[in-house]
């Protein structure tokens, strides 16, 4: 029988393998790092703010700051601010309210961009996301054409609304992450929004070549399940989609997200419940994708920008990250083995809410508080 035990121990080698090929792919818990002992960039407060959430550049330079209550501002390099007007109104409580804006890949020539907000309603407030054109050609920038292009269903549910608005690189998908909005179970549901993160043409219809478009609804504009409060979503430069969310006690996330995949949350999680009840981790159900990074004890992720600008040379292709509880910027890189890893956490001093790139490539972040400072990073000497 040796041919036998030949093809035995083949088969045995093959499956070592094929386990050390799936172990591969690490977690890494990056939850103890601490702060490096300088800075490489000095930090230039430009604005203050009544608790801003989201910045998005435009191609010229200047941005737009969205605040939580349901305020949008046109902001100069400078600091000169505009308020837009025609900006709807926000159910604004706890996590909830005005959350991200984002410009269109052809905003140069379409003067388009997408906002996302909680609206009220008689049967619970619903995530909503919002086209509209920006108009800033006169003293008295605006909002034209305002188009709800997606809402939450079923409507309902507390904070945690997620919110997030990226698209791909090619400029032709808008993808938007869904917080659980504190309903864990619906996360795992197919035909509740809550805890995925959804695919869609700019138009708000449902892309055919999604993983379950043929279904329709929910299950239809679906890319990836399980989520719990995802406020980072963006693409990396090579193309990858990124995306962390926040865990419970414990158990923050830095996920690749890939179609189709679930990525377990309410029925796993590297952290456990806030009242210490036990959830478990990742490693028991290789069923569910596992984060490449996670945070025990937690930052509280919330912003997501990669880098590929020219001022910080070191820092290209990295993702930047602020911490709203680590009160800190966090960059994560990438080992020549592929893993993410934390590289470097900087002292903030301030609950940091988002983090943009600019077109000239200074970093710019806002802090979660009323009021919040726009800060401007730039490379120390
Ligand atoms: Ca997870």
Redo the contacts with the bound molecule.
């Keep these: 029988m040796p041919e036998r035990m030949t093809l035995i121990a083949s088969a045995a080698v093959a499956l070592t393998l094929l386990i050390c090929t799936v172990a591969r792919a690490e977690s890494i818990n990056a939850g103890d790092r601490t702060f490096n002992a300088s800075h490489p960039f000095t930090s230039e407060a430009v604005a203050e703010f009544d608790t801003p959430w989201a910045i998005a550049f435009l191609p010229d330079g200047r941005m737009l700051v969205t605040e939580k209550r349901g305020r949008v501002f046109l902001v100069s390099q400078t600091g000169g601010k505009t308020q837009v007007g025609n900006v709807p109104a926000v159910v604004a409580a706890g996590q909830n309210g005005l959350l991200d804006i984002a410009i269109a890949p052809d905003f140069a020539v379409s003067s388009r961009l997408y906002f996302s907000y909680v609206e009220p309603g008689d049967n619970g407030s619903r995530l909503v996301l919002e086209s509209a054109t920006l108009s800033i050609s006169d003293a008295s920038p605006a909002l034209k054409n305002r188009t709800i292009i997606w809402r939450q269903v079923p409507a309902g549910g507390g904070g945690q609304p997620g919110g997030i608005i990226a698209f791909d690189r090619q400029g032709a998908h808008l993808f938007l992450s869904v917080g659980d909005r504190m309903q864990s179970a619906s996360a795992q549901d197919p035909d509740n929004a809550r805890g995925k993160i959804l695919r869609l043409n700019l138009d708000g219809s449902t892309p055919p070549d999604n993983p379950d478009a043929a279904a329709g609804g929910v299950r239809g504009q679906t890319w990836t399940t399980?989520h719990?409060n995802p406020y980072g979503l963006t693409f990396a430069p090579d193309g990858r989609l990124w995306s962390h969310?926040m865990g419970p006690r414990g158990g923050d996330?830095f996920?690749l997200i890939e179609p189709g995949q679930n990525?377990?949350?309410p029925v796993?999680?590297n952290g456990d419940n806030y009242d210490g009840s036990f959830i478990p981790d990742?490693d028991t159900r290789p069923e569910?994708?596992?984060?490449a990074v996670y945070w025990t004890p937690v930052i509280a992720p919330a912003g997501l920008a990669f880098y590929e600008g020219a001022l910080f040379a070191q820092w290209q292709n990295s993702a930047l990250i602020g911490g709203l509880r680590a009160r800190a910027l966090v960059r994560v890189g990438f080992r020549s083995d592929g893993q993410a890893d934390e590289i470097e956490r900087w002292d903030m001093g301030a609950r940091i809410r988002d983090v943009a790139v600019a077109p000239d490539g200074a970093v710019w972040v806002i802090e979660d508080s009323s009021p919040g400072r726009l800060l401007k990073l730039m490379p120390a000497d």
Excluded: D, K, L
Excluded at 288 to 291: H, R, V
């Design positions: 399980g719990r969310e996330e996920n990525y377990g949350w796993v999680s990742h569910f994708a596992a984060p």
